[in-house]
């Protein structure tokens, strides 16, 4: 009998769900196939770039999930299973009123928090739960329905929770019960073979795809499953060439001549998957749903808040240059490779690319210096420093302290209503006169008895902690 810490757990969690989702969407296999080769490529390229941001190892490993639930009891639910994974709530995302794109949901990620337990397994999932108390989206009649529908349905079974609970106390579990919880958890997340009730569905699909997704079936499924690739525009072009169509954009920011910063995200459209539904008349039929489709990624360093402003910034006058010129400027700039990859020449990326040129700076200790990035420091190779206060910026450039761009671990909003509508089959309904429901991350907390974190604390305490960790090596007290 061994003992299996979170980590591991984790990491198997993390494999069988990609093996449960490869083998039900072929085409999922297609990306890992093509991001694996693309990794590949890069690494043999230039070895030292692409482990920047994380060893080649984390990286190719690297997946997020995402899942749906209907209500704060199924999201507490939720806390216990990824928590035996060592995952807990960070963020939150409120997709209910991005203009072009509201669906009805409030979101987080579950993650691995510390900088040891990302490195060993970065697995995360991104968490949606269904609003039915959003007027703008439920008439209180159908709201009501909801709510009642999902509290009568149990995602999770009783013998689960219970080992979720014993490997959250325990920090693991013995070989044994590990095996028997990742099978329960691998199995929640399937697609579920019971025949769908047709006109419920229907009737939650017309106010939002999302709803009926969420509330018009008794299970929860993992929706798309994201390897994460060190060249997305590379993978977005073979992919294309493989017969895949992918969507119109890559989400995020544009590919640009500066370090790579946040996430950049794209998809392909939810495939037909054929389900079986039961009509009104008490008869069954077969039909088909698309459900499940496929993204990949590319992370790059996280921005401080300062910085987050910044890229909104850059975000708001692209769509003003945009909305003022659709067809966007000539390629401009030494990055003109745009003709040969489609997503890098759209008039969306050719502007973007003028906007970021002009409004952010384009290397690592640019983004350091104006406190725009985040950053951790470890002690340089043969630094002598004598004791006493030393100004940051004096240590890197002498040479004493050496910073290590830190990853975005976390998701965008724009970008994740981006993907949610852009693999939607209909608009749905809403109406933007009547009233929302408060949520904020405080209130999700509150709702589901566990503190979910806020990012910006944590990048700022690896940044913190690794600054007193040098200034104690070195003796020294750094400003
Ligand atoms: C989640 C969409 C958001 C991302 O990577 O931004 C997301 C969903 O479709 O449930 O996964
Ligand atoms: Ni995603």
Redesign the pocket.
Known sequence: MSFVPAWQLRAAFARRLSAMYGAEVPAYTTLVEVSTEVNTDVAAADPAGAERLGSIHRVTAER?G?I?VGSPRELAEVARVFGAFGMSPVGFYDLRDAAASAVPVVSTAFRPTTADELARNPFRV?T?MLTPGDRRFFDPELGAQVEAFVASRQLFGPELLELADAAIAGGGLRDDDAERLLELATGAFELSAEPVDHDWYRRLERVSAVAADIAGVTSTHI??L?PRVLDIDQLYDRMERRGITMIDEIQGPPRWNGPDVLLR?TSFRALDEERSFRFADGTEGPGALRVRFG?V?ARGIALTPAGRDRYDELLTETDRRLAADPDGPAEAGPSGDGPRIRALGTPRQRTARTVWAAGLPDTESGLAEQGLGWFSYTVGEDSVVRGGEHDLADLVAGGVLVAEPIVYED??PR??AG??QS?LTGEGTRDASRSGEDYDLARLSELIGVAIADPQRLYAARRTESLAAAADRLGISIR
């Open positions: 997020h995402a749906r991104f949606s929706n798309h994201t995200q993204e990624e998701f965008l970008s994740a993907i949610f693999n």
